[in-house]
């Protein structure tokens, strides 16, 4: 599939995903940005190796994005990082995971379910940082104020 193509789809798993999440008309283009800022980061710096590196810097942008895009229309943050983190999720990677288990190659199984856990816990830890320097913001300017 070509990459114009990977981009669309994208764009429509973020907004398809908003609209399940009954995400309010008017936010439903920005969570399908977000979730695209993340995939196009993703899809290029895994071009350069690891894919762990790769899905943590995008699940870094898309939470940035988020944090963004909420204040600045004035809505909470999941609004926008739950609809932008699904083109990240390795769904396809659990899959397989599954797959091999129940084949029966569990050597192939146990290492597709490290690679699935690092994978999500870059997403986790991509979440948690920006999440948790936003939080350590908002209490200094209440401290100082």
Do not use: C
């Not at 943050?77 to 599954?98: D, E, K, R, S």
């Not at 490290?114 to 209490?139: D, P, Y």
């Amino acid at each position: 599939m070509a990459t114009g193509w990977k981009i669309v789809a994208a764009f429509i798993a973020s907004l398809s995903f908003a609209t399940l999440y009954k995400v309010q008309s008017q936010q439903i283009m920005a969570a399908g940005i977000v979730g695209t800022i993340g995939w196009l980061i993703n899809y290029y710096l895994s071009q350069y190796g690891n894919d762990v590196v790769a899905i943590f810097a995008a699940a870094t942008a898309v939470a940035l994005s988020s944090e963004i895009f909420a204040r600045i229309r004035l809505q909470p943050v999941p609004v926008f990082l739950v609809p932008g983190i699904i083109p990240l999720v390795p769904g396809g990677q659990a899959y397989q995971t599954m797959l091999s288990f129940l084949q029966g190659n569990y050597l192939a199984g146990v290492e597709q379910l490290v690679n699935t856990l690092f994978l999500a816990g870059a997403i986790a830890g991509g979440i948690m940082l920006v999440s948790s320097l936003f939080r350590q913001r908002k209490i200094i300017q209440e401290k100082e104020t």
